[in-house]
């Protein structure tokens, strides 16, 4: 290996890096925007945003950094494809191939309309007004239409933007698989529905403090192990997470003081993707090694620590006594046993972030479905609330009561991530294979939790996911840490071994 | 007037717009860094805002644009000298002749430095530990020396830096306007240590609970014009305002249970800050036509409101009401009066920030003083607090018991504003100018403050100094507005107003 290859090799990374920079100042104005931008602050932001997007866009296009590229695909460094810089060159070129197919002012134009878009978006639920949010919605799927059609796609335009979510899958594999999953959840959750047993679950509506909440939800993310003097937990009104840098993780959640699930779970679910971002290798920050794999991967970090670590009965063995002390007037009076089953409470609902682990998915199915109609089978945006309405009646029979409860409930169509959904049910898929695998590995989970103990779950983690970085693709990793390629099966195992008991099936 | 330098002006202020969009992204930044940065996120944060530093800089020094404002300068629309165009055109050459002076390598250094810089003052501050922050100090010194030198001076190096914050001020006119201060200041504090009467302050620092003071400074902000929808409130550990946008300006403050002063004259001092830049003309945004004069106009607006306004007699008849009911158990048995004297407590003291309006203008000059001989006549880094200990002896008979609440005190130095001191005294000199003009124009103010009346106030501000952008200089303005060049006797005049029936002097 030359002197010479290694001085390129040092170019292309110094290039990446300061990409990922820029974008990471986009990242700052974007955790701004959604939690404390002023009303009157958006179009201007939306300027400023576009000028980022603009930037990121012209350094992945610059001529200087295909060349590079190119140039060392041909040296040894590309030899070994299992070496750092092999994976460092494979991945920028895919990821440059597909920015070189996207015009400058289309990268710029959804740039735009995402900010806008969003804050159409907040306004018209606030107001429960879709016919506000409509032409936003409308120029959005157009801009999503040029954007599949510019990408290309080897078999529909879904599968185009499905991977800007999830690298290497197709919309083919992901119907086949969330139908597999379909069919075995609807009769479980019918049965759980037959079932005479039901958890109190007004105790989860009692009067929960906000102070309270707040101390409780961070000592737990604190808990499992996200680290702040790396990161910051924040209000906002749809919670999400954001990567501001190599040491700036922030997590966002919402409290409402008679819903005691909302801000917890959503609290845990938020610091699952926070670890996944605190445990990437720093020293890699910008370069695929230091990246995320997938949404699906990122996802089955938070629902690990939501629900297969925040929702089992080991976990609240250690936090229900803590709980108590936290809201005495709330939970003096009622058993873990008891609150365990509230915050299992499986109850077909129209809100997606709010559902249970059995119903979550179909929320999911419902929301890939008209995604798909919209992009592909002419779906038009005013007809969008009434085919909504129309899947929750016929998939969890419920009928929302107003827009804002149905079609306006997620952020995502706003901020054209338009493929982003089905990454949600993989990320659950992926979390449950995993976490077999965990419990072969590390023993005696539920003694660990219980004894407030996450370290060897999250060391194992890290080992095996975080710090590698995009050297694995989400199918190569769920090969390799479980040896079985991803099915739905452990996570109906998973369903049915915890609610046969709960709902006595 | 021809269509073809129509659009060549077109493209000049659309060039200065995007620079501003730039720079207005630095100040997201900056202003995340000094009220939500995590503690590890420093150093990239540092090498995120030296990035868009570089990017400003490149954009101002861009030969394309300079090339537009000299071939632009030849034509009729820098003909008349008051016209728009004219002062655009003579502002942003000025602005870019000094740009061209500054190596990219130099702009970058004070950037990252400032960063830096301003991380480790908040830790030595923290830590009450000077030496910890010296090394840093030392380097932006030699930077500053650096800057002065590209830049030249007419007369020596401090005007070249007292130049970014009060331009076409020079070092030699500060010194005498200051210096005459002095003179008729001191025998007035004197006066005022050796009069027997002595408000009582304990007042102040009963329990002011923080969501309280919270609310009552917010309302107080709102009454006199502050914007929220075009702008927030937030806590730091050093108040400072920004302006993220045309719509999204940022006030911060911070308190202190148990003294009243602190948050609330500070929250009007910003508040002030933030009704100058919420009342520049939006349309012009980016342009000098819609930037402030310079950082001592900047200052006589915060002063106005926290002191003209804030400390008035007339201002408590309408508050004092009000802050009772706000703060029950700290204020139920306090008279107006009381309260009144209170708040215009005069004693030497140690902190700036906290000082009363007689002694304030002496702490600026132990500063000016103090950077004057760092920059100009050697004296060491390692030998300032030493010196600023006994300034303090000499001019305000007090001596810092810690660096913490001496050297330490101020973000200044460490953020590479060296310069920016004195035009706190020339705001505050401006400011009294302004007001006996005010008081002329608009008949009895007290009554209208009495009332809650602030709006015409403001409106002769909006009329007279914010809608005028940078058409003036700061000294045309004064002149302009009151007919009279700057002099230290109206302010002279205010105190002594004042103090005289309060001390019985």
Redesign the interface.
Known sequence: MSDEHQKLYGQLCDHAR?TA??A??AE??GW?ERT??????G???A??ST??AGEVHRRWTDPRFGELIEKLLQTPLAADPGSGSAVVLRRLKRQRDKRMKLPQTLVEELARTAVLGQQAWEEARKRNDFPRFQPLLEKMIELKRQQAAALGYPERPYDALLDDFEPEERTANVARVLSGLREALVPLVAAIQASPRRPNSEILKRAYPQAAQAAFGRAAAEAIGF??????LDVTAHPFTAG?????C?ITTRYDEHAFNQAFFGTMHESGHGLYEQGLPTED?GLPLGESISLGIHESQSRWWENFVGRSRAFWQHFFPLAQRQFPEALQDVSADDFYFAVNDVRPSLIRIEADEATYNLHILIRFELELALLEDGLKVADLPGAWNEKYRQTLDVTPPRDADGVLQDVHWSAGLVGYFPTYSLGNLYAAQFFVQARTDLGDLDAQFARGEFRPLLEWLREKIHRCGQRRTASELIQDVTGKPLSHEPLMEHLRTKFTPLYGL
């Open positions: 300061r920079l820029v990471s100042i700052i104005l701004d404390q931008l002023p009303p009157a602050g179009d201007y932001r300027e400023q000028y980022l680290d702040f003097r790396r990161g910051r501001l840098g190599p040491h700036d922030r920050y």
